[in-house]
């Protein structure tokens, strides 16, 4: 089930995007009065939609962005007043994906979070390949994984087994192990799985 959080301090607003955004099947709907009452919740809230006033009393749009920096699986569209443009570019700088201005023309707003949702499950597709990686290389011994890595460095059999002070043959069965961990066929897909758990900079 997808989800979309409002957070605007003006009750009209609250109610006029969550009238609107019931149009969505499957889709779990809340609104906060106040970006402090959102971040008493954040750590329930998991792969959302936000969108998010930037003035309000208490905690600011801008706190809300601090507080989900760090948050892949939640994406934020700010809705500002008119003339706010200087604000919405700050706002996307700190995080934010997209800005609507106030009065928000629905058809520009369903198709922003059409955008964003179709971005946020792309997010999630990564997050879940990244978690899936990870786990496999974690069952790598320290062996295997110094071969790995010497295979990410393009170095030969011969080459690994001289830095680690082990034969050809030796590096040989390492190598055939680790690929067993990791689940893959071949050396392409072994640094494909390397990739998505971070041991390669892109």
């Not at 970006?35 to 801008?62: T, V």
């Not at 499950?121 to 295997?144: D, N, P």
């Amino acid at each position: 089930m997808r989800s979309i959080y409002i957070v605007d301090d003006d009750q009209s607003v609250r109610s006029e995007l969550y009238s609107l955004l019931s149009v969505y099947p499957n889709t779990l709907l809340r609104s906060f009065a106040s970006g402090d009452d959102f971040l008493a919740e954040l750590g329930d809230i998991q792969s959302a939609l936000i969108l998010l006033d930037m003035n309000m009393p208490g905690a600011s749009g801008f706190d809300v962005l601090a507080a989900i920096r760090d948050r892949k699986d939640l994406l934020s569209i700010v809705i500002t007043g008119q003339g706010d443009t200087r604000m919405a570019v700050q706002a996307m700088k700190a995080g934010a994906i997209d800005f609507l201005e106030k009065p928000c023309d629905p058809k520009a707003l369903l198709q922003t979070i059409d955008q964003a949702f179709e971005n946020l499950e792309e997010t999630e597709q990564v997050i879940a390949r990244t978690g899936e990686a990870r786990e496999k290389v974690s069952r790598l011994s320290a062996r295997e994984r110094d071969v790995l890595e010497g295979l990410i460095e393009g170095k030969s059999n011969k080459v690994i087994g001289y830095e680690l002070d082990i034969s050809p043959r030796t590096v040989e069965v390492y190598r055939g192990k680790m690929m067993d961990k990791l689940e893959v066929q071949s050396l392409p897909e072994a640094l494909r799985v390397a990739f998505a758990a971070g041991l390669v900079e892109a």
